[in-house]
């Protein structure tokens, strides 16, 4: 990603309410589907700045990589304890056959061949380990934001699956999320493409706007997986071995 990917990220994380909302919905996601064992032992590859990581501790030991030097030194400092930086698909020095559960939130769709990284993270699980993963949705949406962030793609449901199919693994549990908000983000889209503005700047609306979204964000965390979601800007899935 652009250094200031990051360090819009470092300034934001813990204000932006796609940051606050995704957070909450992807901990009842976990929470209902994912049946970690006590004190799981928990590997988030792509951790930015480190904001999932307190989440992500809510359900056990976190060990975590990132591979930007400026946004890991933030990810270990709030850890911890130091982050790796072991790059995919070759995760060289992660121990094999030790993780309950990898999650890799909007990170596949950083990696050229992402069959390829989503079974390195199998190699990683222990028996019944589980994978959760984030992409962004709907390749006609690719924008700046998608360059600036270096994305090789986004995903429909379609091709995100196959992918994990492809990687010998099963996707469980696979949705649309953030679609309360979808209709006003593609409106959005397509009026910057009519109006030749296409802005990568993801920094926080305004107060009162960026918790009304974070309002109506966080109303998902309740049907996420539960029930058929129309059309998101994002897709979440459990992938399991076989």
């Given at each position: 990603m652009d250094r200031i990917v990051y360090d819009r990220m470092a300034a934001h994380d813990s204000t932006h309410w796609w940051y606050r909302a995704r957070r909450d919905i992807l901990a009842d996601?976990?929470?209902r589907y994912?049946?970690?064992?006590a004190e799981a032992r928990i590997l988030e590859i792509g951790c930015g700045t480190g904001h999932n990581l307190p989440m992500l501790g809510t359900f056990g030991t976190v060990d975590a990589i990132e591979i930007d030097p400026a946004a890991r030194a933030i990810a270990s400092e709030r850890l911890g304890k130091p982050v790796g930086d072991a790059p995919l698909p070759a995760l060289t020095g992660v121990e094999r056959g030790a993780y309950d559960l990898v999650a890799v939130l909007d990170v596949v769709e950083h990696i050229e061949d992402d069959v390829a990284a989503l079974a390195a993270m199998a190699t990683c699980l222990k028996p019944g380990g589980k994978i959760l993963i984030a992409v962004p949705a709907h390749q006609w949406m690719w924008s700046a934001h998608d360059v600036v962030n270096h994305h090789?793609?986004?995903?429909s449901r379609a091709t995100l699956s196959a992918a994990?199919?492809?990687a010998g693994l099963t996707p469980t549990r696979l949705t649309y999320f953030n679609s309360l908000l979808f209709p006003l983000a593609a409106a959005a889209r397509i009026v910057g493409r009519l109006l030749h503005r296409d802005d990568s700047d993801d920094s926080p609306p305004p107060k009162?706007?960026?918790?009304?979204?974070?309002r109506i964000f966080r109303l998902e965390r309740h049907a996420v997986g539960r029930v058929p979601m129309t059309?998101?800007?994002?897709?979440?899935?459990?992938?399991?071995?076989g």
């Open positions: 996601y976990l929470t994912a049946a970690l064992p090789h793609r986004r995903y994990i199919v492809r009162a706007v960026n918790a009304l979204f974070e059309p998101g800007l994002s897709i979440v899935t459990l992938a399991v071995p």
